[in-house]
C-alpha cells in the first residue's frame, strides 16, 4: 500500500504497519520479539527509556515510575518481516515520536546483534486512520488474526476451516497482545486497558475467541485499503 500523508490528532486512532527492507525479517530469534515487546514499554514515554529503565530496576521501586505514555497501545502484533501496531494519540506529535523511538531503537539492536550495516525498514511506515468504535473492534480482530498468515497463507480470503487447529495457534503465538486480551492477569502493562474498555465492547454476550471465530472471508474487504 503507497504511504499516504495523515495528519495524527490528540485522541485519534492510527493502525500503524513496518516492514522489513526488501521484506526481510527483522526479527530471527525470541530474543528478538522480547526485546521490541519491551521497547513497546519502556519507549512508550516522554522521558528517554534509560530513566524508565533506571527506575524500574531500582531494588526499592520494583515497579515502572508514573509513566507517561505518548500513546495508548489498543493491540499489536509482530510477525518476522513486519509489525502491526493500533495505537490512540495521548500527547501532540506522540505517534511519530514513539514509531521513531521504536523503529529506530530495534534497528541499532538488530543491526548490532546480528552484524550488519543500513537501513532495517522500508521506508515510511504505512498508516490508515480509524474513525469508529465498531470498525475499531473490528480492526483488533484482523491484527489479532494475523499470525494465521505463518499457518493459514489463504485464510482471509477463503476463511479458516478448522477453528480449533487454527484457535491453538493464535493461543500459542507469544508475539501478539491476544494473549493479554484473553488473560489480563500478570500481563505486561504494554496495553492500556481504560482506553480499550472505553471504546471497544462486544455485543449480544460473544466473547472475544467467539468474535475471532466469526471472521469471515467477505470481511477481508473491510481492510483492502489498510495495511
Given at each position: 500500500m503507497?504511504?499516504?500523508?495523515?495528519?495524527?490528532?490528540s485522541?485519534?486512532?492510527?493502525?500503524?504497519?513496518?516492514?522489513?527492507?526488501?521484506?526481510?525479517?527483522?526479527?530471527?530469534?525470541?530474543?528478538?520479539?522480547r526485546?521490541?515487546?519491551?521497547?513497546?514499554?519502556?519507549?512508550?514515554?516522554?522521558?528517554?527509556?534509560?530513566?524508565?529503565?533506571?527506575?524500574?530496576?531500582?531494588?526499592?521501586?520494583?515497579?515502572?515510575?508514573?509513566?507517561?505514555?505518548?500513546?495508548?497501545?489498543?493491540?499489536?502484533?509482530l510477525?518476522?518481516?513486519?509489525?502491526?501496531?493500533?495505537?490512540?494519540?495521548?500527547r501532540?506529535?506522540?505517534?511519530?515520536?514513539?514509531?521513531?523511538?521504536?523503529?529506530?531503537?530495534?534497528?541499532?539492536?538488530?543491526?548490532?546483534?546480528?552484524?550488519?550495516?543500513?537501513v532495517?525498514?522500508?521506508?515510511?511506515?504505512?498508516?490508515?486512520?480509524?474513525?469508529?468504535?465498531?470498525?475499531?473492534?473490528?480492526?483488533?480482530?484482523?491484527?489479532?488474526?494475523?499470525?494465521?498468515?505463518?499457518?493459514?497463507?489463504?485464510?482471509?480470503?477463503?476463511?479458516?476451516?478448522?477453528?480449533?487447529?487454527?484457535?491453538?495457534?493464535l493461543?500459542?503465538?507469544?508475539?501478539?497482545?491476544?494473549?493479554?486480551?484473553?488473560?489480563?492477569?500478570?500481563?505486561?502493562?504494554?496495553?492500556?486497558?481504560?482506553?480499550?474498555?472505553?471504546?471497544?465492547?462486544?455485543?449480544?454476550g460473544?466473547?472475544?475467541?467467539?468474535?475471532?471465530?466469526?471472521?469471515?472471508?467477505?470481511?477481508?474487504?473491510?481492510?483492502?485499503?489498510?495495511?
Open positions: 503507497p504511504y499516504r500523508k495523515v495528519f495524527f490528532s485522541g485519534g486512532f492510527y493502525h500503524l504497519y513496518s516492514r522489513g527492507v526488501d521484506k526481510r525479517e527483522i526479527f530471527l530469534h525470541s530474543r528478538d520479539y526485546r521490541f515487546q519491551q521497547s513497546l514499554l519502556t519507549l512508550n514515554d516522554e522521558r528517554p527509556a534509560s530513566v524508565i529503565r533506571a527506575a524500574s530496576q531500582t531494588p526499592a521501586l520494583r515497579k515502572f515510575p508514573e509513566r507517561q505514555p505518548l500513546v495508548s497501545i489498543v493491540c499489536y502484533c510477525m518476522p518481516n513486519h509489525f502491526h501496531l493500533l495505537l490512540c494519540e495521548k501532540e506529535g506522540g505517534i511519530i515520536k514513539f514509531l521513531r523511538k521504536i523503529c529506530t531503537a530495534h534497528a541499532m539492536y538488530f543491526n548490532e546483534r546480528y552484524e550488519r550495516t543500513g532495517l525498514f522500508d521506508g515510511r511506515y504505512k498508516v490508515k486512520e480509524v474513525q469508529t468504535d465498531e470498525y475499531l473492534l473490528h480492526l483488533t480482530r484482523y491484527i489479532h488474526l494475523n499470525p494465521l498468515n505463518l499457518l493459514l497463507p489463504d485464510w482471509k480470503e477463503k476463511g479458516v476451516a478448522n477453528w480449533e487447529k487454527a484457535e491453538q495457534f493461543k500459542n503465538y507469544r508475539w501478539s497482545s491476544l494473549p493479554d486480551y484473553l488473560q489480563r492477569e500478570n500481563c505486561a502493562p504494554i496495553l492500556d486497558w481504560p482506553v480499550i474498555e472505553k471504546h471497544i465492547s462486544l455485543t449480544k460473544l466473547s472475544y475467541l467467539n468474535f475471532l471465530r466469526s471472521w469471515q472471508a467477505k470481511d477481508a474487504l473491510l481492510f483492502k485499503t489498510h495495511p
